[in-house]
Nanobody, 124 residues
Framework: VQLQASGGGLVQAGGSLRLSCAAS????????MGWFRQAPGKEREFVAT????????HYADSVKGRFTISRDNARNTVYLQMNSLTPEDTAVYYC??????????????????WGQGTLVTVSS
């Protein structure tokens, strides 16, 4: 499965962005999906994940209450709504697919497919 992340850009602190992750090559049916981010000079870190069957979301503490992950299975797309952005949210954001339908892993090693990343820059 090929994943294409989009929706990044430059936004002021306090603003919002919605990231999209579109799949091609096959449906996302049966995959848990995750969002990760990597800031300059830092390791890639978990942001959010959502399972396939139950659509239960899980969030990193740093984004809980501000970010919302969702999926539209009919459109084969996963979203990350980001509100109340801060400069600390600046990073390249990646979407990823986990072949375990009810996966909720926060580890990059558990994901099988990755998108190319989209840059989010939050100015102060």
């Amino acid at each position: 499965v090929q994943l294409q992340a989009s929706g990044g850009g430059l936004v002021q602190a306090g603003g919002s962005l919605r990231l999209s992750c579109a799949a091609s090559g096959r449906t996302l049916a049966g995959y848990a999906m995750g969002w990760f981010r990597q800031a300059p000079g830092k390791e890639r870190e978990f942001v959010a994940t959502i399972s396939w069957i139950s659509s239960i979301p899980h969030y990193a503490d740093s984004v809980k209450g501000r970010f919302t992950i969702s999926r539209d299975n009919a459109r084969n797309t996963v979203y990350l709504q980001m509100n109340s952005l801060t400069p600390e949210d600046t990073a390249v954001y990646y979407c990823a697919a986990d072949r375990r339908p009810e996966g909720s892993s926060r580890s990059t090693s558990e994901y099988d497919y990755w998108g190319q990343g989209t840059l989010v820059t939050v100015s102060s």
